[in-house]
């Protein structure tokens, strides 16, 4: 769910607890009320501020110094930002996400020159400063005049007679009016004040949710900046896997490949040895036999080492190689394969391999962690060509509870996270539906070729 959809969420919710009847007393109303007060005391001087902002990009874009106080001021605005993004958390009880933080992404003199002058967050936050000022200013006046009034009218037969004498052509004196001196005229003018109270807190709400409005729409992440920080916490993510992946590889290559074949070596040396000095043939021939069944063990451990690269099985495509994982699990596995799949052409290589990986390690998890009785997984093609995608569910009848991130507010990590992490790297989706008591479902969907590299 975006964060736009979370903030929508929070707005209705708030609002459900106000109706008509109660609305003047509200909390909600008075502190909508309190908004528009500390908005309209920060109102001239962030206009101000993004008047200026313009006025000296414009100015001083022929001087070099020019451009850095531009650029700083340009920055600055993010600032005004933060600050009307915490008023709008604390009084109206919307969280807006803040934007991604400033970065130089391109190098160079010139260009990180451009990019602090052209920084987006920093101008739709000048954008806010100068299209709030309005709205803060009508809002205000407008919710002021009708709160004035109503409270005015409803206390009228009590403060009308501190009001100046005045003399009617008839020679009669009246207080605020002839007709508002009567009973029937202050009973009038209650009952206009009551409505206007009963309508000021709706026709604030309508200023308040404006600036709530262009806040949620200028002053959060945009979605093209939340995707570009998805894909580089992906991108991180993926590059610490394979980081991982290689130095396990490395540990296992150093412990017990590299150990056996040092221990051959040592033992055919010891069989030279024997064989020089004319010894017993038969010690040599033991020591001949235990080198050469370590060195079976050997091929043995690299063959699963280069398993774990790249399983042999996927040189005929994903579905053998599916077949074969399926043949050598722990537990029952079923694989249904779309031949739409292979037919319009093999995938990707990279996606062919994060999609076995993913099953594998799915089905792993499951054999160690679900107490299933088997799993099924099911392998779609739609599209054709580069556009089309691969969708993928892995299904097991286990007890469930499986979730990439804990739900118990902890923050660590499951094993599924480095799955996402490695699913999206690719521009993928990985969504993981597991109840407590079961069953489990993950859908993944990968693009049929692999998106090319951003940065």
Known sequence: ???????????????????????????????????????????????????????????????????????????????????????????????????????????GFWRALGSTIG?????????FMIGSFPATVAGFLASTVFLAAG??????????RFLPLEQAGDGTWYRGGEFASTSLGQLLIALGGLVLLFLWPWVQWLFVALIRILAVALLSPTRASLRVAELEASRAGTVDDADARLRRIERDLHDGTQARLVAVAMQLGE????????GDPRQAAELLDTAHTSTKEALVELRELARGIHPPALDDGLAVALATLAARAPLPVTVEVDPKVEANGR???????????????????????????????????????????????????????????????????????????????VDGTFEVSSPVGGPTLVAVTLPAQAAPRRG
């Open 1 to 107: 769910m975006t964060s736009m959809a979370l903030n929508r969420q929070a707005v209705g919710t708030a609002e459900a607890d106000v109706h008509v009847l109660n609305a003047p007393f509200a909390r909600r109303t008075w502190r909508q009320y309190g908004f528009l007060w500390l908005v309209l005391l920060l109102a001239p001087f962030a206009l101000a501020y993004g008047i200026l902002s313009i006025a000296l990009t414009v100015g001083t874009a022929v001087t070099v110094v020019g451009l850095f106080v531009a650029g700083a001021v340009v920055l600055g605005a993010r600032g005004w930002g933060a600050t009307y993004r915490g008023l709008v958390r604390a009084t109206l009880d919307v969280d807006i996400s803040a934007p991604a933080p400033f970065v130089v992404r391109r190098p």
């Open 119 to 127: 920084d987006p967050a920093g101008w739709r936050a000048v954008l």
């Open 151 to 160: 409270l005015g009218g409803l206390t009228f037969w009590f403060w009308h």
């Open 271 to 278: 069989a030279k040895e024997q064989l020089a000095r004319q």
């Open 347 to 425: 995938l990707a290589p990279a996606i062919e391999s994060i999609a076995y990986f993913t099953i594998a390690e799915l089905v792993t998890n499951t054999a160690k962690h679900a107490r299933a009785s088997g799993v099924h997984v099911l392998v779609e093609r739609f599209g054709a060509g580069a556009a089309g995608t691969v969708s993928i569910q892995v299904h097991d009848d286990g007890r469930g509870g499986a979730s990439v991130v804990p739900p118990d507010g902890s923050g660590l990590r499951s094993g599924l996270a480095g799955l996402a992490e490695r699913v999206r790297s």
